[in-house]
């Protein structure tokens, strides 16, 4: 059988596999909105994670890294905005806090801008990081507390970002959002490619299912290096007393069965992040887990580092 490892290697590269210059991006976090265990979740799913911090995990979140100006930017501003800064911090430590050039948000759910809360002046009361958002999100954090006092006070400083528009942060570095349906109460929702020097990594958290998208998503994967995709969970029958017929993210059995038409080479690029507590595929030995690296695909890996 391929281990996970054999799939995730061609795209992890340590530091010194690149000489510590090139761009890089490291993933600080792979669990959905409440991260793993779950608030008030006594089910096995979570049972082995309350009592083991070690198998906990962080709410999805990546940052990409650009050791040549040493610069750092997060895609996603999560509750666990403090733990994922620290590992950040030991992965590629700056001067000077919080160290960031700036945070995009792909929308407005919890798990994805909460953490603006820690750039406040109860906490860091961080000098003007640049937060890119699409024209609803910034009217939602402009007019909303406490979201607005960041702005007020210039805790944060909203960049306008529209679909499809390229945004240049370095000379070596592009980051593009362009937007996917999803359940969009309060703002729009977009997905990311992020291009450096030698690859492009396409980040999707949170998407309705593949037909509801007028994008096929196998021209995004053909034309990325590696993609990152919705893989909140694993199948429809993962949520007891739940119609689980009005969760429109796509199951992972249902994206592995998409893709099994394409080649070998395309399916490595899948990896599959965001994960409820209720999916298996958290726990690396589990069957679920193992039948997706049977079929080719990844898993995203909590302090995965991918070179750009």
């Avoid at 820690?118 to 009217?139: C, F, I, K, S, T």
């Avoid at 309060?186 to 309705?208: A, L, M, N, S």
Wanted: some cysteine; glycine content about 8%; charged content about 20%.
């Amino acid at each position: 059988m391929i281990g996970l490892k054999q799939l995730i290697l061609p795209f992890l590269v340590l530091l010194s596999d690149f000489g510590g210059e090139e761009p890089y991006l490291i993933v600080l976090g792979v669990a959905q909105d409440a991260g793993y265990p779950q608030a008030a979740c006594r089910r096995d799913c979570c049972k082995d994670a309350w009592s083991n911090p070690a198998i906990r995990r962080f709410t999805t979140c990546l940052a990409v890294v650009d050791p040549d100006s040493g610069e750092r930017w997060l895609f996603e501003a999560t509750p666990d905005f403090k733990d994922q800064l620290n590992l950040l911090d030991k992965a590629f430590p700056v001067s000077g806090q919080p160290g960031l050039n700036g945070i995009f948000l792909t929308h407005g759910h919890m798990g994805h801008y909460t953490g603006l809360m820690h750039l406040g002046r109860e906490v860091m009361g961080a000098p003007g990081v640049p937060v890119y958002a699409m024209p609803r999100m910034a009217d939602y954090l402009s007019n909303n507390g406490p979201w607005s006092q960041l702005v007020r006070l210039r805790n944060i400083v909203i960049t306008p970002i529209a679909d499809g528009q390229t945004v240049r942060l370095n000379k070596r570095l592009k980051v593009t959002p362009f937007l996917v349906p999803h359940r969009d109460e309060y703002t729009e929702t977009v997905g990311y490619r992020i291009e450096g020097p030698t690859k492009t990594v396409v980040f999707i958290p949170d998407i309705d299912k593949w037909t509801r998208w007028k994008t096929p998503i196998e021209s995004v994967v053909a034309s990325s290096d590696l993609a990152f995709l919705d893989g909140t969970f694993f199948n429809n029958a993962e949520i007891p007393n739940r119609d689980m017929s009005q969760i429109l993210h796509p199951f992972v059995v249902e994206s592995m069965a998409r893709f099994k038409k394409l080649s070998a080479s395309e399916r490595r690029k899948v990896t599959f992040i965001h994960f409820n507590h209720s999916n298996r595929v958290l726990d690396p030995n589990s069957e679920q887990a193992a039948l997706v690296v049977k079929q080719g695909y990844s898993l995203a890996t909590q302090g995965q580092k991918v070179a750009l």
